[in-house]
């Protein structure tokens, strides 16, 4: 075994490379869809930098400028509803016990619903093609990321 100060400098390396894949993650996630918002003509593609914020960006670009949104292509929202329920995510997550998990299903349904409307208009494809596609990427937003950098989208 190492002495104490072998392991707290092991300890420290690691806690840099994480903070180093984090950093590098949160950089490709946002200028990828800050490609994909630009793509689309949405003038504040910025705000794919500013955390939650983002979340309201999406909603707000593809929710049409309609009164209402579709989940699932049948359950009607509130606009108001679709474009803020992050916050809720938010508020949701600190339930003890089943918070993290209410959290969890909230993003799926909201960012799923957001990502299945903007890979539709990338695509030019119908929503329905692109629900399974969708849900899984507001459960893995990872495969949003892949999705927007390797898209030849206009």
Known sequence: M?????WIVALGMYLIFMLAVVVAYYVVYALAHMKALN????????????PFVNYYAYAEETSDNQETVNLFGTLSVPVV????????????????????FLATVLRV????????????????????E?????????????VAVV???????K
């Open 2 to 6: 190492g002495s104490m100060a072998e």
């Open 39 to 50: 793509t689309l003509g949405y003038d504040k593609a910025w705000l794919a930098w500013i």
């Open 81 to 100: 509803v679709y474009k803020f329920w992050w916050v809720g995510m938010i508020i949701i997550y600190f339930i003890p016990g089943v918070g993290a």
């Open 109 to 128: 349904v909201f960012l799923g619903t957001c990502y299945q409307k903007m890979y539709a208009k990338l695509e030019c494809t119908s929503e329905q």
């Open 130 to 142: 692109q629900q399974a596609i969708g849900y899984i990427s507001g459960f893995i937003p990872l």
């Open 147 to 153: 999705k927007f950098l390797s898209g030849k989208y």
